[in-house]
């Protein structure tokens, strides 16, 4: 089984910045960042490749947000810039299941997920 470490999460008022930070106990060439608020499914938010300079973006979220990772490392953070009431969700951590051409929010389907942290944002 996988494990994964999330942090980052909190509640802010709009407009305001939060940092996700994500490892795991395994390597994964794809990984990202998922979301679910109360009563919607969960959407993918940004998927990076290992080692790639173009990520992928939720169109709600572009240049907003902004998904980093750790070269050949197993972790993956992602900068939250003017937060909006509607970015309030449980945002999940994930990895694998995705090539060079599914490494991205409309074709992914994650290999495993971590526990999720909570972002809250008031108005």
């Known amino acids: 089984e996988v494990r994964y470490t999330e942090s980052g999460g909190g509640s802010v008022q709009a407009g305001g910045s939060l940092r996700l930070s994500c490892s795991t106990s395994?390597?994964?060439?794809?990984m990202g960042w998922f979301r679910q608020a109360p009563g919607k499914e969960r959407e993918a938010v940004a998927a990076?490749?290992?080692?790639?300079?173009?990520?992928d973006y939720l169109d709600s979220v572009k240049g907003r947000f902004t998904i980093s990772r750790d070269q050949g490392k197993n972790n993956v953070y992602m900068t939250m810039d003017n937060l909006k009431p509607d970015d309030t969700a449980m945002y999940y951590c994930a990895g694998g299941g995705a090539g060079t051409q599914t490494c991205n929010v409309a074709a992914w389907r994650p290999a495993s997920w971590g526990q999720g942290t909570q972002v809250a944002v008031s108005s």
């Open positions: 395994e390597y994964y060439f794809c």
């Open positions: 990076l490749l290992d080692g790639s300079s173009t990520a």
